[in-house]
């Protein structure tokens, strides 16, 4: 990983901007006309064919664009509209073609802040050169990752041996007993309840009592008795015939939903127990575990299941993760929703059996090296987007069973009041756990990027699959700009303040921006999370750079962002609501220089 020290940083002079206004609207009126080699997207653009692709693939990003999806990123955009934009810049007409390989080659891409990958991705297909940019490690390691080039074999034998270990040590943390023939199985997940209390009582808060919902049956909780049984043909029978034991819910009897706000008896609101460590303010209500012979079952917990965790909560205060002080929750945009819930520390979000998992897994993967290591790793960080107790419970859909709700749901922090405790080392794949997302995310975007697919909308509306022959999502990785032009397919990967990049004069040919994260560097602001919650309605700019893009000595970026701040002032939104290209707009160069870096003089509404 290269990394680069950050300049001071300087703002942008208000008489300069006012200048730079000028010069371009001085530029725009000596425009020369468009000749034979002008951009095709200066003149024209297939608006309405991206808009159904996109309107396809906005909410399945991960099967339209598997190897791109390896981990989660704010906002990812859709991967076709980025295509058919970058076809637009190829010199051969029939490759401009969406359903045609190639046709960048010889190009040099710069993405000064990668956040998901996909401008790299895009271009790298098509055979252009990338140099992708971000001040947050994160996006590197997932680039650099879904990036270089790996035998699945090879990956699915490292795999195997870091699960299987995996599961040596921590299978019998997650285990339960299936209620009808006590046999020991491994558990899918646990379900946990919201403690909280008024004057008179402690209570435990869940979203609903209904459990699941089935063909001909439906499966509840008792929020008297804390018992779950099965209504069918409207019989209700209890699954399990023992009490639960005490210390658990169905034991306190005081099982409420979360439509009820205040008690009854004492009239005072329900108040969440925020002096205690937030793993600790949730209490298991339900386990779900699969039975070889009688298929999958819930059941309350069990003395067996209760002393599990108990043994977890004991470990826990023995596992060494480095300084608290790395873990400590910083004030921002989204990390204020936990502060003001008084979670204070990251590791808190964790219960104790995901605290072994992940301690245990950074273990292991000292045992590898390479590619492997990477893969694993990233999987590993990928997992706990699934894997933590701010992750929410969709189960109880009839088309959702078992489902979970991420922890980034609706790109911010959910707290939910019946939280998922999921079983990563189960060795049945289900939801959110190690053996589903490897295959999906690197057995589907593996083949998937030695071979895109792609889809094509007929008159009909009908979808098929697209095979494109010659193109491969993934690259050789370099670390300096000399390599970089030696071929094509190479990426360059820098974490580091985009403000300053050891990049040569005459050395890029276009530059992707997205506009919100782009005013918010302006500004002096460098999050790295690229796009925060405005999904659809995101702006992007691309530029085309035919003269120069840098020099070492860090004097070229401070013109280059003055000039194109006053550019991205005059971007507005797409107001239809309809339309599904993420709000894309592009600025080609014009004939303006600020210092040695050209801006773009015109906008182009696509």
Not at 270 to 284: H, I, K, Q
Request: proline share 5%.
């Amino acid at each position: 990983m290269t990394e680069y020290s950050s300049p001071k940083k300087t703002k942008p002079s208000p008489g300069g901007l006012v200048r730079d206004g000028r010069q371009l609207t001085l530029d725009e009126l000596l425009r020369p006309r468009q000749t034979a080699h002008s951009l095709s997207i200066d003149r024209t653009f297939p608006e309405e064919f991206v808009n159904d692709l996109s309107r396809q693939e906005v909410f399945n990003k991960h099967l339209f664009r598997p190897n791109t999806y390896l981990h989660k990123w704010w906002a990812r955009r859709c991967g076709s509209t980025f295509r058919t934009i970058l076809k637009q810049f190829a010199a051969d007409h029939q490759c401009r073609d969406y359903y045609a390989p190639g046709g960048l080659e010889g190009l040099t891409v710069l993405d000064p802040m990668i956040g998901g990958g996909t401008t790299l991705h895009e271009a790298i297909r098509l055979g252009a050169n990338v140099i992708g940019a971000d001040i947050d490690p994160i996006p590197i390691v997932q680039a650099r990752a879904s990036l270089t080039p790996a035998e699945l074999t090879s990956l699915r034998s490292a795999f195997s041996q870091f699960f299987a270990d995996l599961h040596d040590s921590l299978g019998p943390y997650f285990q339960t007993e299936c209620p009808t023939c006590e046999q020991t199985v491994d558990s899918r997940y646990v379900l946990y309840g919201l403690r909280k209390k008024c004057a008179c009582r402690h209570v435990v808060q869940i979203d609903q009592c209904d459990l699941r919902h089935e063909d001909d049956a439906k499966i509840s909780i008792c929020p008297e008795s804390g018992k779950i049984f099965r209504k069918q043909n409207g019989q209700r029978a209890a699954i399990e015939t023992s009490s639960p034991p005490t210390g658990t819910v169905g034991a306190a009897a005081n099982l409420i939903t979360k439509a009820e706000k205040e008690c009854p008896s004492c009239g005072q609101q329900y108040e969440e127990l925020l002096d205690l460590p937030f793993y600790v303010r949730y209490t298991p209500i339900a386990i779900v575990a699969t039975c070889p012979e009688h298929g999958t079952f819930f059941r309350s917990p069990s003395e067996a299941d209760l002393a599990r965790i108990k043994r977890a909560d004991q470990r826990r205060r023995e596992l060494d993760f480095g300084p608290l002080e790395d873990f400590r929750v910083r004030d921002g945009p989204k990390s204020g929703d936990l502060l003001r819930r008084n979670i204070c520390s990251y590791l808190d979000v964790f219960s104790s059996r995901q605290l072994l998992y992940l301690h245990q897994a950074i273990r292991q993967l000292h045992d590898y090296t390479g590619i492997d290591r990477l893969t694993i790793g990233t999987l590993v960080s990928t997992s706990l987007e699934f894997n933590a107790m701010l992750c929410g419970y969709k189960g109880w859909y009839k088309r959702r069973p078992g489902a979970i709700r991420h922890v980034f749901a609706l790109h911010a922090y959910s707290f939910q009041y019946t939280v998922l405790e999921n079983n990563p080392v189960n060795p049945r794949k289900s939801s959110g756990n190690l053996q589903l997302l490897f295959r999906d995310r690197i057995e589907r975007g593996r083949k998937w990027s030695v071979l895109p697919v792609e889809r094509k909308v007929g008159e009909n509306g009908k979808r098929a699959l697209v095979k494109i022959p010659g193109e491969s999502d993934d690259g050789v990785e370099v670390f300096n700009q000399a390599d970089l032009v030696r071929d094509r397919s190479r990426f360059w990967l820098i974490q580091g303040d985009s403000q300053s990049l050891p990049l040569d004069d005459h050395s890029v040919d276009m530059i992707a921006l997205l506009r919100q994260c782009a005013i918010q560097q302006f500004s002096g602001f460098f999050s790295g999370v690229a796009g925060a919650p405005a999904s659809r309605r995101g702006r992007v700019e691309l530029r085309r750079n035919r003269q120069c893009c840098g020099d070492k000595s860090g004097g070229w970026h401070q013109q280059f962002y003055e000039g194109a701040g006053g550019n991205f002032r005059g971007v507005r939104a797409r107001p239809k609501a309809t339309d599904r290209a993420d709000g894309i707009y592009f600025s080609p160069l014009g004939s303006r220089c600020v210092g040695r870096t050209h801006i773009g003089s015109q906008k182009r509404r696509i």
